[in-house]
């Protein structure tokens, strides 16, 4: 792992990731960490306000995806990020990864089914298309980039 990544508290929280035992992987511009967990509520604004949403029951995994600058180790935002579980070669899951707001670890969300076993994850990031200023730095995430996670493995979290 490059130790300048870590130079940014997010991206040494992406450096703790792999310490634990999360696959990270550097494509392109990004440094990217794939986590799992069991699903959990989230607060999210309708028209009356914040709102508590409790997770789907009958998903039984969360995938976390964190998107690090691979130079300097700060939180992308504004990307679309979609990810994908195979088995065999067939896709058994998939979703969007949204945006999730967290006090320690930004990340990019989806709350599957799937039971515990073993898959091939992979991870499509796709170009933000937020403004970028700096004529040499403005530059970075021009490519979307696609990663695959061989072998991953879910635990048992949650109900199924």
Known sequence: MRTEV???????SVIELARRGAPVRYAGDFLVAVDHD?????YET??????????APFNTVQFDVAVADANDGRFVPGLTVAL?????GRTLAA???LFRWH?????????????????DVTVHIGTPVFQRED???????SDPVVLRFPNFEVCRIGAV
């Open 103 to 119: 006090p320690r670890l930004h990340r990019y969300a989806v709350d599957l089914r799937l039971l515990p076993g073993r898959y």
């Open 6 to 12: 870590a130079k940014d508290s997010y991206g040494a």
């Open 46 to 55: 309708d028209r009356d306000g914040l709102r508590w949403r409790e997770a």
């Open 84 to 88: 994908r579980a195979e088995k065999n």
């Open 135 to 141: 004529h040499a730095a403005g530059r970075r995430y």
């Open 38 to 42: 069991r699903p959990t509520g989230y």
């Open 95 to 97: 979703g969007e990864c």
